[in-house]
T-cell receptor, first 113, second 114 residues
């Protein structure tokens, strides 16, 4: 079974600075999807960004971008110009083409004013 | 906007009680999921359903059952609640087919079993 590892239980960043959250995964599949979800305190989990494994170009969504290294099975999330509202738990997730979805343990991001 | 709602945000039950957690989505999604979220473990899939009256076991189905009588509603049942089922429970829904479709999550139910 696929596994997703987030090696940073907690991270902190100064407001307006850049932070990178790490994620690695283990799979023998060649086609799959990767996601970063954000769970703000006491609020619903929402999708931040997604990446299709067959696309070499890294996905970007405004201040959020990923560094997808397929050979290394690495999928990190970079948040630029961090804002107080970025404070949340961030989950990396892997989804195979048969819809099997796996989540990492999460990284709690604190943004310091 | 997709909306996924869960019947309770907080729930306190006693050991041995039968517990029902309800989830409703308003986007006509075929797929629905129940996860539990525990610190340091992320989200673990309990059960999922691809259609009405269909259900599939996830990674941790023991002690749980589900019901999906209508497309928009997916219920999680704890037949006899135990203290180790104290957790945050998240419901999600998604379109079928392509693995790239995102899951939309409900606000979660924090269940405490005493």
């Amino acid at each position: 079974a696929q596994t997703v590892t987030q090696s940073q239980p907690e991270m902190s960043v100064q407001e307006a600075e850049t932070v990178t959250l790490s994620c690695t995964y283990d799979t023998s599949e060649s086609d799959y999807y990767l996601f970063w979800y954000k769970q703000p305190p006491s609020r619903q989990m929402i999708l931040v960004i997604r990446q299709e494994a067959y696309k070499q170009q890294n996905a970007t969504e405004n201040r959020f971008s990923v560094n997808f290294q397929k050979a290394a099975k690495s999928f990190s999330l970079k948040i630029s110009d961090s804002q107080l509202g970025d404070a949340a738990m961030y989950f990396c997730a892997y989804r195979s083409t048969n819809n099997d979805m796996r989540f990492g343990a999460g990284t709690r991001l604190t943004v310091k004013p | 906007d997709v909306k996924v709602t869960q019947s309770s945000r907080y729930l306190v039950k006693r050991t041995g009680e039968k517990v029902f957690l309800e989830c409703v989505q308003d986007m006509d999604h075929e797929n629905m999921f129940w996860y539990r979220q525990d610190p340091g473990l992320g989200l673990r899939l309990i059960y999922f359903s691809y259609d009405v009256k269909m259900k599939e076991k996830g990674d941790i189905p023991e002690g749980y059952s589900v019901s999906r009588e209508k497309k928009e509603r997916f219920s999680l049942i704890l037949e006899s609640a135990s203290t180790n089922q104290t957790s945050m429970y998240l419901c999600a829904s998604s379109y079928p087919g392509l693995g790239g479709s995102e899951q939309y999550f409900g606000p979660g139910t924090r269940l405490t079993v005493t």
